[in-house]
T-cell receptor, first 114, second 116 residues
């Protein structure tokens, strides 16, 4: 079975500051890793994913995450955040095969203020 | 990307009634869909795996008689909350994997159930 730990429940930052949201996972098999973002009263939107290949993955809005197998981590980073990045961020893991569900971390609330 | 649609997006019902939530994959077929429940300001909890043409697989602690799941076609899964009570009020989200692709799950917009 897999599990996900998001170490920070809330991360407050100022606009244009860098941010890192931490995610660690545990699994006995190879995994896929995901970051999802959820705005208030909305569903989930995929931010980025690691399936295979390059361990550094990037989103179109400036976020990136690096898969570190030895540390079983998949931390999310952005060098300069905007007010509009304020949202709930979920790290998720699944086995790397079809038909398996995603297991989510508890989420991190990113609050960006001016 | 692939699209998953949920309906209704919001529903309010009286205690004791049953509510059905639909989850459709609009442009792909999904032999497997997943139902999650999200409490306010909490994470998503996997409730069950919906399998086309067979019984759903429920996670530990989820009452199968209360949360009825039917996956009658490759594009539709339904979740029926039977004899709803206020504690069933929650945000229910379905997801499906486009098996043509490498592994991404696509999520519906969610359905907010309020039981009075």
């Amino acid at each position: 079975a897999q599990s996900v730990t998001q170490l920070d429940s809330q991360v407050p930052v100022f606009e244009e500051a860098p941010v890192e949201l931490r995610c660690n996972y545990s699994s006995s098999v190879s995994v896929y890793l995901f970051w999802y973002v959820q705005y208030p009263n909305q569903g989930l939107q995929l931010l980025l994913k690691y399936l295979s290949g390059s361990t550094l993955v990037k989103s179109i809005n400036g976020f990136e995450a690096e898969f570190n197998k030895s540390q079983t981590s998949f931390h999310l980073r952005k060098p300069s955040v905007h007010i509009s990045d304020t949202a709930e961020y979920f790290c998720a893991v699944s086995e790397n095969q079809a038909g398996t569900a995603l297991i989510f971390g508890k989420g991190t609330t990113l609050s960006v203020s001016s | 990307g692939a699209v998953v649609s949920q309906h209704p997006s919001r529903v309010i019902c009286k205690s004791g009634t049953s509510v059905k939530i639909e989850c459709r994959s609009l442009d792909f077929q999904a032999t497997t869909m997943f139902w999650y429940r999200q409490f306010p300001k909490q994470s998503l909890m996997l409730m069950a795996t919906s399998n086309e043409g067979s019984k759903a697989t429920y996670e530990q602690g989820v009452e199968k008689d209360k949360f009825l799941i039917n996956h009658a076609s490759l594009t539709l899964s339904t979740l029926t909350v039977t004899s709803a009570h206020p504690e069933d009020s929650s945000f229910y989200i379905c997801s499906a994997r486009d098996e043509r692709g490498p592994g991404e799950l696509f999520f519906g917009e969610g359905s907010r159930l309020t039981v009075l």
